[in-house]
Nanobody, 131 residues
Framework: QVQLVESGGGLVQAGGSLRLSCAAS????????MAWFRQAPGKDREFVAA??????????ARSVEDRFTISRDNVNVKNTAYLRMNNLKPEDTAVYYC??????????????????????WGQGTPVTVPS
């Protein structure tokens, strides 16, 4: 079955960096768009970033677009997506979830920003940035 396993979360001081990883198995990785969402305590799950299956189109939430970078490894058969997070802020504190969706378009439709679009989810990895 499909599994998405996130790793790389933790406690980091404001201004610091982290790289999250999402290892995918049980699917043909290059058929799927990948995304990161996050959910802070008491809040809805929100879109962070997405990347198409060919890794030539990305989309970001406005709150992270100049600080976070989504990428994926399609070449080395690692079947892994990444989220590099720089200049972290206390408001970035949340559980970060990886998601996958069967999606063959080259552009990233706005619908990808909604959790309901995505087919598979990981269990999440927590990121804490103390204020």
């Amino acid at each position: 079955q499909v599994q998405l396993v996130e790793s790389g979360g933790g406690l980091v001081q404001a201004g610091g960096s982290l790289r999250l990883s999402c290892a995918a198995s049980g699917l043909t990785f290059t058929d799927y768009a990948m995304a990161w969402f996050r959910q802070a305590p008491g809040k809805d799950r929100e879109f962070v970033a997405a990347i198409n299956r060919n890794a030539d189109s990305t989309s970001y939430a406005r709150s992270v677009e100049d600080r976070f970078t989504i990428s994926r490894d399609n070449v080395n058969v690692k079947n892994t997506a990444y989220l590099r997070m720089n200049n972290l802020k206390p408001e970035d504190t949340a559980v970060y979830y990886c998601a996958a969706a069967l999606y063959d378009k080259s552009y990233l439709d706005y619908a990808l920003r909604f959790p309901s679009f995505w087919d598979y989810w990981g269990q999440g990895t927590p990121v804490t940035v103390p204020s």
